[in-house]
């Protein structure tokens, strides 16, 4: 039930139910806009934060608008507003509950309270918020996170305590570029006038630590010529304010603030967390970040701890055009408007030069007739040698894409550079660098995700990890850029992709999923996108090579006539199991979309490789008719390998048949030589026929249909898709947990799924441990290898046995290594819906799919609790190339229960 708790208008009080209290309420006039200005999704308070949430809604046109009839809602639940009337230029805020109050005690603006929440409650990790009409037409709309239901990219997830504001606040593009993190929340008010101050949530401020000294060192209040923020234009935004840390240790001051004059002018800007300055280090922050507006004629520059004490000031009468104050000595001493201005720099005498030896020296931007002195320019360190090298943003593997993606930094310098203080971001957000060492002439990883950041060390890569698992608000495949920032805030580094062209124009072109971009040589620095190729092998942690000559993929085999070989897997010998080998003679994997196969120059059947179709380095890459309809005549006809540009890549032609199910394949890998009297091998490296069969004629029955090779469960997947073997283990999951035409074998060491080809046929009712042995042919089913058997008298029970111990591993390693075994894991519940959870002890999260068959009584969890699961490790990828998709399937619902929290968690 809606209940209006107050309504405060224009200087009135009105309570539910109290309409001759306040004023009539009026309709919306006809073309009247009402936006959603600010939303604050996170507050950050202990508890419920449900109650806590406001949305604030903002009239910019020039007449009153009434919201009678009209809801907000978020994207699982909308609650009806009570009446109120907009008037022009003014704000109403939405209040979820009576928290608001809680957290702003002096608000004096219009306000309307829900029942306790916006809709279902805003989600921290992405939601959307819409209002609208008394026809539920939209009349605004806005999502942020990792929801992309309004805004596509979303705008920007923001910490807890921030607010999402539109600035200014009558702006309306329908992007997420009107969208801006507001550290200080301003209910009620435009970004960037002045705000209510809200009541801190507990816990209190974090404390200094003692011996911690940070300094006002340097402020310049009033620019003029001078492009001080490095924008290309010269505003009154290029105010700054420069700090000093006079300790030998570097300190994080997240929670510090800059303000004016106390009681008055500016809102406080609070210093993001993980902001930190080096030992004896400077960093100048600029009025475009801080929204800090310093007077020309007097104002005072004040340095607040995180409690709210006053760490430092100083008041000053006057100020001259692009002239700084700034002490004597850095940290101490008296205070000057006689030096050379050097934000994030040292300060130097007047005599001393603007910017140091070496530096490059930016122009200043004049509006008028130029003085008799050219006017300082911005102090730059002498030289930060740190370049953008490579960025994969699109990950091949299926899945979180931010996750998976990196940006490689390259040191073009004979010394080692420390990233303390550094940040890289995309077009939306900055993540603060952790402190490590890139070394002279070398290279260093960010990653994204811990994962990633795990997989690139073990490959030999020097890796830091950003906190928040993406890079900025998520790289986005279509197109952004990336920035690189040094660690006194100035702009040292960026590119363009795809789409976008905030650093230059043209941008560099984006490619196929797992395709990154690269700097080449890593050292070249033209600012355009001709530094830049696209590179089908990402190199992490090296120069790569240039790929510019077309990709060599070739046919390699052919086989046009089955006959009585399920060459396909699929249960059915026929027709559909013809088939088209290409081999990658490259030395990088090669994206296949929009190449084609076709069977005749002009009027044959044709197969386009649909997005997502890679084959690797030296890798096969097997097309069945049933997949692409290509139909080959047995007698004579003609293969063609087309590239996506329309130039022919490839071509075979015979004119005899060559046997049922026997193939036409190259003498060798990518040879140039083409025979009949090689042994069949789909997906595997061609190789002559055993001596003993040596003939050119059709393959006997047995030659046909191969008999069964014996295996070690741990070789299944060694072996090429379509070979016939012989396996046996202990049933690990047994039929009908899934269905009753799947079941698990394995033992402590590896192990397999089963399937029973025929529909309507069913497995037997094994128990777990006991000892099994099947024949049949191997088989990826969306990435995970499987035993595929053509019927029930495929497979037999040897009898009883031990059940399968199963082995412990972290939540983060669930991959092919572990595909088909039986494991055992616990973490922390990140969510629970009714058939699949996600559980993390840390190492990285794991998907737990609870199967839905069988009726069975599976548990409910909550997020943050800790459980413990045991099953078996399966794969089902979304699209090709069939990487990830990787999750534990459990048996029973006493394999999945609560657990202790781990240490530390």
């Keep these: 039930m809606l209940v209006l708790a107050s309504l405060t208008w224009l200087g009135m009080s009105a309570t539910a139910g109290a309409r001759g209290e306040r004023p009539s309420i009026m309709r919306q006039a006809q073309g009247a806009h009402v936006v959603v200005a600010e939303v604050q999704y996170d507050p950050a308070p202990g508890g419920s934060e449900s109650r806590y949430e406001w949305v604030e809604l903002f009239n910019p046109g020039d007449a009153p608008v009434g919201i ?154 009033a620019p003029s010529a001078v492009d001080w923020d490095g924008d290309g234009t010269a505003t009154r935004d290029d105010e700054w304010v420069e700090l000093f840390n006079a300790g030998d240790a570097m300190v994080d001051i997240g929670g510090w603030q800059l303000d004016d004059s106390a009681g008055g002018g500016s809102a406080p800007f609070v210093v993001p967390g993980g902001t930190v300055i080096g030992p004896r280090g400077h960093l100048a922050l600029y009025k475009r970040q801080t929204g800090l507006a310093l007077n020309n004629d007097a104002d005072t520059v004040r340095l607040l ?315 096969f890459h097997v097309v069945f008719r049933a997949a692409s309809g290509l139909a080959l005549d047995n007698g004579a006809d003609t293969v063609r390998l087309i590239r996506s540009d329309g130039v022919e890549a490839d071509r075979f032609t015979w004119t005899a048949p060559v046997g049922y199910d026997r193939s036409w394949s190259r003498a060798g890998d990518g040879a140039d030589a083409w025979t009949g009297d090689y042994a069949v091998t789909p997906g595997a490296p061609n190789r002559p026929r055993a001596a003993a069969s040596g003939r050119a004629h059709p393959p006997t029955s047995d030659e046909a249909e191969g008999a069964a090779r014996p295996i070690d469960l741990t070789d299944v997947r060694r072996l090429a898709p379509g070979s016939r073997v012989a396996v046996a283990g202990r049933v690990t999951l047994p039929p009908g947990v899934i269905d009753a035409r799947t079941a698990y074998i394995g033992t402590e060491a590896a192990g397999v799924r089963l399937f029973l080809a025929p529909k309507g046929a069913s497995l037997p009712p094994w128990a777990e441990g006991d000892r099994v042995s099947a024949v049949g042919r191997l088989k990826d089913y969306h990435g995970e290898r499987e035993v595929v058997l053509a019927g029930p008298g495929d497979v037999r029970l040897d009898g009883p046995g031990p059940a399968v111990e199963p082995l412990e591993v972290p939540t983060g390693t669930l991959d092919e290594a572990l595909e088909g ?29 609870l199967p839905r068959g069988g009726g069975r009584p599976w548990p409910a969890a909550a997020p943050g609790a800790w459980w413990s699961a045991i099953g078996v490790v399966g794969q089902y990828a979304a699209r090709a190339p069939w990487e990830g998709g990787h999750r534990l399937t459990p048996r029973q619902p006493a394999d999945v229960r609560p657990r202790a929290a781990a240490a530390g968690g």
């Design 821 to 849: 075994r039986l494991v055992a894991l616990g973490g922390r519940v990140v969510s629970a819906r009714a058939t699949r959870w996600s559980l993390d002890d840390g190492s990285g999260p794991a998907v737990v799919a």
């Design 68 to 221: 009678a009839g009209w809801r907000i809602a978020d994207n699982q639940g909308s609650d009806a507003l009570p009446d109120a009337v907009l008037p022009p230029g003014g704000f109403l805020v939405v209040a979820a509950g009576d928290g608001f109050a809680e957290l702003f005690p002096d608000f004096a603006g219009a306000v309307v309270h829900l029942g306790g929440s916006i809709g279902n409650g805003l989600g921290n990790s992405g939601d959307q918020v819409r209002l609208l009409g008394p026809d539920g037409a939209a009349i605004d709309a806005m999502s942020y996170g990792d929801d992309n239901g309004v805004l596509d990219p979303s705008a920007p997830d923001v910490g807890p305590g921030h607010s999402l504001e539109r600035v200014p606040a009558g702006t309306d593009t329908d992007s997420a570029a009107d969208w801006q993190e507001a550290v200080a929340p301003s209910p009620g008010f435009a970004g960037g006038a002045p705000r209510p101050t809200a009541t801190a949530a507990p816990p209190g401020p974090p404390t200094v630590a003692p011996g911690v000294t940070v300094r006002l060192n340097e402020y310049l209040a």
């Design 305 to 619: 701890r995180p409690d709210g004490t006053e760490a430092d000031a100083h008041a000053y009468a006057g100020t001259r055009p692009d002239v700084s104050h700034a002490r004597l000595s850095d940290g101490d001493g008296a205070w000057a408007d006689t030096l050379a201005p050097s934000p994030g720099a040292a300060n130097r005498g007047p005599d001393a030069p603007s910017t140091p030896p070496g530096a490059p020296s930016p122009t200043p931007l004049t509006g008028g007739t130029p003085g008799p002195a050219t006017p300082p320019v911005p102090a730059r360190p002498a030289f930060l040698p740190l370049l953008i090298s490579e960025v994969l943003f699109d990950p091949a593997a299926s899945g979180d894409d931010a996750a998976g993606e990196w940006v490689e930094l390259f040191n073009r310098s004979d010394a080692a550079v420390d990233l303390a203080g550094w940040s890289i971001g995309d077009r939306v957000r900055w993540d603060i660098l952790p402190a490590a060492a890139v070394p002279p002439w070398g290279f260093v990883i960010v990653a994204a995700g811990a994962a990633m950041g795990d997989e690139l060390r073990a490959a030999g890569a020097t890796v830091v990890v950003v906190a928040d698992g993406a890079i900025g608000n998520g790289l986005a495949n279509r197109g952004d850029v990336v920035r690189l920032r040094g660690p006194t805030g100035e702009a040292i580094d960026a590119v363009s992709y795809g789409d976008n062209l905030d650093a230059f124009d043209p941008a560099v072109p984006r490619g196929p999923p797992g395709t990154s971009v690269e700097r080449l040589p890593p050292d070249t620095d033209t600012d355009t996108a001709s530094d830049w190729w696209l590179q089908p092998a990402p190199s992490p942690g090296r120069a790569g090579l240039r790929h510019d000559a077309p990709p060599r993929v070739v046919l390699n085999e052919v086989l046009p006539a089955p006959s009585r070989v399920d060459w396909d897997g699929d249960g059915a010998p026929g027709f559909a199991d013809e088939w088209v080998e290409l081999y990658n003679a490259a030395d990088h994997p090669v994206d296949l979309e929009g190449w084609r196969l076709e069977d005749r120059a002009a009027d044959g059947w044709s197969h386009r490789f649909p997005p997502g179709t890679r084959v690797s380095a030296g890798g």
